[in-house]
């Protein structure tokens, strides 16, 4: 029998070959490098962490550390995430102007675009809460109800019942909540900053913070309704009932003590 020569491969299967390697390598390539979009996002990303590096090393170094580490002046901002920084400086909180037992609010020193630019530095330190998002807590979306009740068993005890804030000791406060921007109370719960416990999504979820603004946005804002009449802290018909009756029954008692007594000297006349 004769043996079947070898078949000769065609002078194009090479080429074949080498178009079909370098379109399954461009396709990877596709499916795996960054795309134009998200290079776009990690130099704008880049840049705000050098523009804010440059911010902190001038307004917050002194206090906090050349890397964010903590000093003798001010705590470790290491992990705190964006959040508590977009609320700290955001409120005028910080920097502080002086050393006290509680920084305050005050106007701002920067704007929101350096802010944001502080926040993303402090980000690139560790990882920690982020800026919500503005659906997380618009007040339309919550429910009042809830949100009241959730009020009155987690801050209530500081805050008053309605938001107006109340003394603490050694010179703190938990300051008033009126007209507070609606995200810096979804970031004071997400971070506790300063006296306040911190109320992580784990502990008191998105959905719960919402309502939670909800109510704070129905009951005590300048555009609230208001029936009129003294506030008395709003503590409600309790403390009203107590303020009537030591008040208002001490009144009359001496009301009626005077007129007797007034009486007694006529007829003695």
């Not at 009951?219 to 208002?248: D, K, M, Q």
């Amino acid at each position: 029998m004769k043996k079947l020569s070898a078949r000769r491969r065609h002078p194009l299967a090479a080429l074949v070959v080498l178009i079909f390697a370098l379109a399954v390598t461009g396709g990877l390539y596709a499916v795996l490098a960054p795309s134009g979009e998200a290079k776009a996002e990690d130099s704008a990303q880049s840049l705000a962490i050098e523009e804010g590096k440059k911010l902190y090393d001038v307004g917050c170094s002194s206090c906090h550390g050349a890397g964010g580490q903590g000093g003798t002046g001010g705590p470790s901002l290491v992990g705190v995430g964006a959040a508590a920084v977009d609320f700290q400086v955001g409120t005028g909180r910080m920097p502080m102007a002086q050393p006290g037992p509680q920084a305050v609010v005050k106007p701002t020193v920067y704007d929101q675009a350096e802010i944001d630019q502080l926040a993303a530095y402090i980000a690139s330190l560790g990882p920690g809460p982020v800026v919500p998002e503005a659906e997380a807590y618009d007040p339309a979306g919550g429910d009042p109800a809830r949100g009241g009740e959730l009020f009155r068993t987690n801050c209530s005890q500081c805050h008053n019942y309605t938001g107006q804030g109340g003394a603490l000791t050694h010179g703190k406060f938990a300051p008033n909540l009126a007209d507070v921007n609606p995200k810096h109370i979804y970031e004071a719960m997400l971070t506790g900053p300063q006296n306040m416990p911190s109320f992580p999504d784990g502990v008191l979820p998105e959905d719960a913070k919402r309502d939670i603004i909800a109510w704070l946005d129905a009951v005590n804002t300048s555009e609230s309704p208001n029936p009129g009449g003294l506030s008395l802290g709003g503590y409600g018909p309790v403390g009203e009932g107590f303020f009537a009756w030591t008040i208002g029954i001490g009144l009359l008692i001496a009301v009626a003590v005077w007129i007797a007594a007034r009486s007694a000297k006529a007829k003695k006349s």
